[in-house]
């Protein structure tokens, strides 16, 4: 395989590597493809935007951390090369931002957006600018965030960009208008993005365009008519079905809060939905974590979603269940440290699981007359204490 890869024209890898990005673009795997290359030298162009490529279908997967190695590489084989460099800052920074870590993340767009004076293509010039401009959301630098955006539009008026390119610039500045408050100047543009969307062959539109969409228009009734707003996060769940975890639990979580799902007792099904899905993708990077390695990532990564997990646990308070909320945060506290010491090795003798009620009672049960155990919650305005004896 590695001579006949070897031997094979650049034409050929050419139409390898479209072929891998379109079951990206189509949610069918694409990794064993990309895996399957061997890129001759003198194909420095085509190595890195296949690694790249797989940089991307790993985030997909869920595999962050080895998505990391994939766009080191990329960076390397980019060299001098300002347009491929931009791409694969732009995306490691969304990798990063998907791990939790902002300061990385901010690194990333602002090296970026410093090589913009040598990119001339204005596409590429679109994905720096928004993905500069999520960071800056993310971090509530919401002015510099529109900065942004605005360069975007620029950018993105220049023939010959497509209207799905535009369409992505309007939609991104509605979305940052939205969340400064500028509901009048936001709705233009969201208008905007989707006469654009329309002007386009059905077919061709992506999921993740339409996706986005929707859930840009969810944001937007979700104080005016929850009940559409609920129907727009639906549509967006649906067509998320192949994108990464982390954008599948934030749909979820505005879901239920629109608002607390316009008082549907199922609602917390969406939280409880999303917490899942987060611990199904924690659970396959710590199954793989190597001791010693990335271990700078690991806290902001765990620190994501506490705002999810502590509404989950204010929720069951709320609803009188004190048992379920102190077991499932005992759960999320113990969660990396039990992953840590099983990796060590057998459990220790009387290790046991607290995953239901019925476990937390019957080891309670076995604690000695004077023992008492005062567990802690705090939120932003109140503390909650548990008292188990």
Known sequence: VDLLDAAAPANDLSKRYDEARLRFRTGKPSLPLLESMRIPPGYRDLSTRVRMLRGNALEYADHYLDALGAYADALQLAGNDASAKAAVLLRRSN?????????????????????????????????????AAMVMERIGELPFALRYRN????????????????????????????????????????????????????????????????????????????????AKFSDAIMLAAAQDSSHRVILRYKRFLAPWAAGDPRAEEDLLAALRILRTEADGLLNARKRGQFESLWTPYFARFEEMQRDLIDSRIKANDVYGAFVYAEQTRAFEPIHLLLQTGPAPPGFVRIETEADLRRNM?????????????????????????
């Open 95 to 131: 990798n990063y931002l998907a791990l939790g870590n902002r300061e990385l993340a901010l690194r990333d767009a602002l090296e970026a957006i410093a090589l913009l004076p040598d990119v001339p293509r204005s596409e590429d010039q679109i994905r720096v600018y928004d993905s």
């Open 151 to 230: 360069a975007s539009l620029v950018a993105a008026s220049r023939p010959p960009v497509s209207p799905t390119f535009r369409s992505i610039a309007f939609r991104q500045r509605a979305e940052t208008l939205a969340a400064m408050g500028h509901s009048k100047e936001a709705n233009l543009d969201l208008r905007e993005a989707s006469d654009l969307v329309e002007a386009v062959a059905a077919p061709q539109i992506p999921a993740l365009l339409k996706m986005r969409l929707r859930e840009v228009e969810g944001q937007f009734l979700v104080r005016s008519d929850p009940q559409s707003a609920i």
């Open 365 to 389: 049960a076995n604690l000695p007359a004077d023992t008492v155990i005062l567990q802690y919650l705090v939120l932003d305005d109140r503390t909650y204490v548990w008292v188990l004896t």
